[in-house]
């Protein structure tokens, strides 16, 4: 499965010069833990990184800063994380694991911004993926059972392991 099939399209960005009241602000209205941060100064809004919900609190609040004096652009790294929408997701795990990051900015052909994708999405993929194996799995027990009746009166699999027991006990 491509990154770009599963990652948030609707970026939400905030210009670095805004106060962490503004993004805090942002990200409340939006419904949103980050937002990519942009130089709006540059002819083209120049992605100069992310800030997260944990960098405001962690980094900011915990340490006595002003929210409303704080530029957003103070809490940037300036390391931005980004992965091409066609990348498989095994791929951007290893880009997640390998920076250390819970989000990366994912990217068209052109290198233009067109997501993001969190570990919340990953996980939410994955577990749709596990559910369609197990979804396999019964549905082909379930059909050996249909197509092979049990031998001499034995219980099908499909009773809870309970009600079989107590069918078993009863027929002794």
């Given at each position: 499965m491509d990154i770009g099939y599963i990652c948030q399209r609707g970026v939400v960005t905030i210009d670095r010069m805004c106060n962490l009241v503004d993004a805090a602000g942002m990200m409340r209205d939006h419904h949103v833990g980050a937002?990519?941060?942009?130089?709006?100064?540059?002819e083209k809004a120049l992605v100069v990184g992310v800030v997260t919900d944990r960098d405001i609190v962690v980094g900011s609040l915990a340490s006595g800063c002003d929210p409303a004096s704080t530029q957003v652009g103070s809490l940037v790294t300036g390391q931005v994380f980004s992965v091409s929408e066609e990348m498989g997701v095994d791929d951007a795990i290893g880009v997640m694991r390998g920076a250390g990051v819970r989000r990366l900015l994912v990217t068209d052909g052109d290198q233009e911004l067109v997501g993001v994708v969190s570990l919340d999405d990953l996980m939410d993929a994955l577990a749709s993926d596990l559910n369609g194996v197990v979804s396999v799995i019964r549905t082909?027990?379930?059909?050996?059972?249909?197509?092979?009746?049990?031998?001499?009166?034995a219980m099908p699999r499909s009773l809870p392991l309970r009600a079989a027991y107590r069918a078993e006990r009863s027929l002794g």
């Open positions: 937002l990519v941060v942009v130089d709006d100064a540059t082909g027990l379930k059909l050996e059972e249909e197509a092979r009746p049990p031998l001499n009166g």
